[in-house]
């Protein structure tokens, strides 16, 4: 694994999986070259770091949609899109599109269920003196 500046950058907003942050960390751990870099990183982010770089990754411009997150749950999508998808989930490993799926699963899975779903038409049931009666 080679790191460059991006490594690190992607390294302090969190976004590399479990085993390539423990081999970032043991690698600015062992090398004073990287200890420097990521320190400089740090340093300018901390000056306000304005390049587009920084606000791509600050505003998760490379993020998928919501609607995109749960289209690619359906395989709904162009196999383009859900290879980029698959990439940034497992690969870049985003936890905050990670949380957006699994939130969306989690939301599927209580409409499904059959308790959520009964207490779901009792609201139903309930709101719907609330209408105006149809003429
Ligand atoms: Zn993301």
């Known amino acids: 694994m080679t790191i460059t500046k991006a490594t690190l950058d992607a ?3 969190d976004h590399l999986n479990e085993q390539d942050s423990i081999r970032v960390e043991k690698a600015v751990r062992e090398s004073q070259e990287l200890n420097t870099l990521l320190k400089s990183i740090i340093a ?3 000056m306000g770091d304005h390049s587009i770089g920084a ?13 995109e997150l749960s289209s690619y749950k359906e395989e709904a999508l162009d196999p383009q899109r859900i290879d980029y998808i698959k ?3 497992e690969t870049v490993g985003c936890k905050a599109c990670k949380a957006n799926l699994s939130d969306l699963i989690c939301t599927k899975n209580s409409l499904t269920n059959p308790d959520a779903n009964e207490k779901h ?5 309930n709101s719907k003196i609330l209408l105006p ?3």
């Open 11 to 13: 390294f302090i907003d």
């Open 55 to 67: 606000i791509w990754r600050r505003e998760h411009l490379s993020c998928p949609t919501r609607e």
């Open 133 to 135: 009666k149809k003429v």
């Open 87 to 89: 990439f940034h989930l």
């Open 44 to 46: 300018s982010r901390d």
């Open 121 to 125: 038409q009792q609201f139903l049931e």
